[in-house]
């Protein structure tokens, strides 16, 4: 195994921590909310908002699995039971025929808009009734900071699937 430097110090600790707990609890409250309301995973959620929030309501499979970040498999696999309950569609990509398009329909946009009170009530109640003054701002500008840091070098699942010959579609 490779030194991989000094460990955190106990204040990165405690950031540390404190975030992937309150990511635990939001994720967790917020799923809560989707399953009793409208039978659906966090994951599923994503997939339907992403879709009712793009231009047309429809988007490529591996554009959707980078902006969710999460497995390609697993994207399709959550794909594949969205659309048994005929809240999306999938079909081949007139651009490619490698790629997959997934499109919202309306039954998919009317789950999402009876969801969503219930999902903001959440989310404020969660998230946002705890901040005070300039909290959101400070929030919001780090965190942006870190994602754009993360993204840099994404996790496997969000890098670019390569193309023939081992390099990067265009």
Sequence with gaps: MGDSG??????????????????????????????????????????????????????????????????????????????KRGLITRSPSPDDERSVVV?????????????????????RRMLFDAMTGGDLAVLGEVLGRVREHMRAAPPRSAKPRAGRGGRAPR
Excluded: C, K
């Design 6 to 83: 000094p460990g955190l110090n106990s204040e990165q600790l405690g950031v540390y921590f404190a975030l992937m707990e309150v990511g635990s609890l939001l994720q967790y409250a917020v799923e809560e909310h989707l399953r009793a309301d409208g039978d659906l995973s966090w994951v599923q959620f994503q997939i339907l908002a992403r879709l009712v929030d793009t231009p047309g309501g429809r988007v490529r499979m591996t554009d959707l699995a980078d902006g969710v970040v999460y497995s390609r498999s697993g994207l399709t696999y959550q794909a594949g039971l969205l659309d």
């Design 103 to 123: 499109e919202v329909t309306d039954a998919g946009r009317e789950l999402v808009a009876r969801v969503l009170p219930g999902h903001v009530d959440s989310v």
